[in-house]
């Protein structure tokens, strides 16, 4: 049985309404984060689908070193706090270290850990020790089942708040493939699991010196990952991706949202029947 976690007032898994997680990848500045969280809420809103708004205050894993990595970490956590205060949703962001889970516990519910940082067992600890919950992104080098050990590490601390997401593993160089199993056998570990349907899309390193991405692919890996049982879809949405500072090639169009939810909601109303 899939135990539900709570996240702020959201609830994920057992039998609990399709989640949505979605924002920029990374807070560029205020008005950016301001005006798409606005724009995010209103529409789930619209489609009364539960919302988990998602930005990273820090990108820390950038293909280039000369990459943007924040605006400066307490001014970015700060604008996420104001999200979460203004539009009354709970606010999930990246850590990458220890000291890291202690400062962002401060502004957000929920604290997500990298793909590639997976199997650190000190920064799993910490980000269980601060009591919120956990959203474990699964290595693109990992076994779906290989996450309950990651997941160990969490729980080992008394705090069971645990969600894991698919976001694609490597295949050959530049590229990634969602493999629906690994969803239902993630979930058979008895914890929520959630889609990404962005970053599973990347051509990791594809641009010599940033990710490429296959964008056109979103709606229908979206759709596959929700008629394969998923609690939450994940989805990295801005204004104008061309011009996004960090994931630029992979994430949705803000205005193509409402048009993805509208598939996405009615086959999770389907696959509820049975």
Excluded: W
Aim: with cysteine.
């Amino acid at each position: 049985m899939v135990k539900t976690i709570n996240v702020g007032s959201v609830k994920i898994g057992g039998g609990a309404p399709l989640v949505l997680i979605a924002g920029p990848c990374v807070v560029e500045n205020r008005s950016l984060v301001m005006k798409t969280a606005e724009t995010v809420v209103r529409i789930a809103g619209k489609k009364k689908i539960p919302l988990i708004f998602k930005s990273s205050y820090k990108k820390a894993n950038r293909s280039s070193g000369g990459s943007f990595t924040t605006l400066g970490e307490e001014r970015a956590l700060a604008i996420l706090a104001e999200v979460r205060k203004e539009f009354g949703v709970p606010v999930v962001t990246d850590i990458h270290s220890e000291r890291e889970a202690e400062l962002a516990a401060d502004y957000v519910d929920m604290l997500q850990i990298p793909a590639f940082l997976c199997r650190q067992t000190e920064l799993l600890e910490a980000a269980g020790t601060t009591g919120l919950a956990v959203n474990i992104k699964k290595g693109q080098f990992m076994a779906p089942e290989d996450m309950r050990l990651a997941a160990e590490k969490v729980a080992s601390t008394g705090n069971t708040r645990i969600l894991l997401t698919e976001r694609g593993a490597t295949f050959g160089y530049h590229n990634l493939v969602v493999d629906m199993r690994s969803l239902p056998i993630m979930r058979n570990l008895g914890y929520p699991v959630a889609l990404d349907a962005t970053h599973s899309l990347q051509l990791p390193g594809g641009r010599k010196t940033s990710s490429g991405g296959q964008p056109e692919f979103i709606f229908p890996i979206a759709r596959a990952g929700v008629a394969a049982g998923c609690d939450a879809l994940f989805i990295e949405t801005h204004p104008n991706p061309a011009k996004a500072f960090s994931d630029a090639a992979s994430q949705l169009r803000l205005a193509m949202l409402e048009p993805l939810l509208n598939q996405v909601t009615a086959i999770d109303r389907l696959m509820r029947r049975f």
